[in-house]
């Protein structure tokens, strides 16, 4: 089974600092990554597919990059409503989440 | 609009039994496979189940292999999840999400999410 790690798991930065998580995966997954927002009470939400694709709609600051093991969420400029935990999660055998990276804003 | 709702939540004792629905609308339902994610509370996601657009194709995480059943009818646009032997380890929100991808033979990616239905198992 592939397994997904990310780093930090928690992370406080203030508006408009550049803030970066990355995700490691135990095989080489190629591109086969993506990454979600979930917002506290709420259900996930795609930001990025295959490692470095902004999804419609998904605001500019969001960036993603990366192939084979190690991965990099980032965003450029924190906003407040960027209060969230970021999942990664890979496809190419079955489907495995990451724990969990939330970012807090100062 | 794309739209999931989950229902079939509630509490059950360890061992019983449960069915969680998905009703879905706004998308030609039978394209699509669909998946089941679940996230325990204060924790993070969790793959659970996934069932291709015909339904002929099933795939279960390790935790959950011979216990649940995911099943679809694509004439009522509803996915089920069928619960059974239940441990105090699933409790958790069950999230319904949809494949990106009409037909697409490879899923990939959930571009659509219900709001969770919460099963809580306790005795």
């Known amino acids: 089974d592939i397994q997904m790690t990310q780093s930090p798991s928690s992370l406080s930065a203030s508006v408009g600092d550049r803030v970066t998580i990355t995700c490691q995966a135990t095989?080489?997954?190629?591109?086969?990554l993506n990454w979600y927002q979930q917002k506290p009470g709420k259900a996930p939400k795609l930001l990025i597919y295959?490692?470095?694709n902004l999804e419609i709609g998904v605001p500019s600051r969001f960036s993603g990059s990366g192939s084979g093991t190690d991965f990099t969420f980032t965003i450029s400029s924190l906003q407040p409503e960027d209060l969230a935990t970021y999942y990664c999660q890979q496809y190419i055998d079955l489907w495995t989440f990451g724990q969990g990276t939330k970012v807090e804003v100062k | 609009e794309v739209q999931l709702l989950e229902s079939g939540g509630g509490l059950v004792r360890p061992g019983g039994s449960l069915r969680l629905s998905c009703a879905a609308s706004?998308?030609?339902?039978?394209?699509?496979?669909m998946g089941w994610v679940r996230q325990a509370p204060g924790k993070g996601l969790e793959w659970v189940s996934t069932?291709?657009?015909?339904?002929?194709?099933?795939y279960d995480a390790d935790s959950v292999k011979g216990r649940f059943t995911s099943s679809r009818d694509n004439s009522k646009n509803t996915l089920y999840l069928q619960m059974n032997s239940l441990r105090a380890e699933d409790t958790a929100v069950y999230y319904c999400a949809r494949f990106w991808g009409a037909g697409k033979v490879m899923v990939t990616r959930f571009d659509y999410w219900g709001q969770g239905t919460l099963v809580t198992v306790s005795s």
């Open positions: 095989q080489d997954i190629s591109n086969y």
């Open positions: 706004g998308f030609t339902f039978n394209n699509y496979a």
């Open positions: 069932i291709s657009a015909s339904g002929g194709s099933t």
């Open positions: 295959d490692a470095s």
